[in-house]
């Protein structure tokens, strides 16, 4: 995704947005993801839509465990400052999601890591089948990736 695409713009807006509501409190720079996404801007632009695609992740991850209260009202902040919602963008993230399971193999790092992160924070999500086609995509990753990985 190129960093001047109205996708990424989109996705920028909405990680300044929701940043805020879900972090509990200010982080140094070098841990700030705005901060970090736009050093990448800077010094490596053609990896800066992995790198937001990462951290919007990261977000959506961490919001399965929300209270659906929370996530509302999270939602009409971010839509009165005319941003994506975390209902809709958890809505493209389950179609990525679905179309990941349905897949091979994985074929980014960002793919890599929304299932890999999805699936230790929230492995009951996934169903029995789901978990099997989730754990092989994974390991197949890593084994390509020459990645070691301990099973939990």
Known sequence: MKIYSPEYILLKKFLAGVWPLIQSGPLPH??????????LEREVPSRAGEGLQLAIDD????SVRLPKERIKNY????????????????IQYWKRLSRLLKANRL???ADYYL??????DAAELFDTDES????????????????VRTRR
Do not use: H, M, W
Request: with cysteine; proline share 2%.
């Open 115 to 120: 299932l890999r992160v999805l699936y230790d």
């Open 107 to 109: 074929r980014t790092e």
């Open 75 to 90: 939602d009409r902040i971010l839509e009165s400052k005319n941003c994506l919602t975390i209902s809709g963008a958890r």
């Open 59 to 62: 977000i959506l991850s961490r």
């Open 30 to 39: 070098e841990l700030d993801p705005i901060f970090n996404l736009e050093r």
């Open 132 to 147: 099997l086609v989730v754990l092989r995509l994974i390991e197949d990753f890593e084994n390509r990736q020459g990645r």
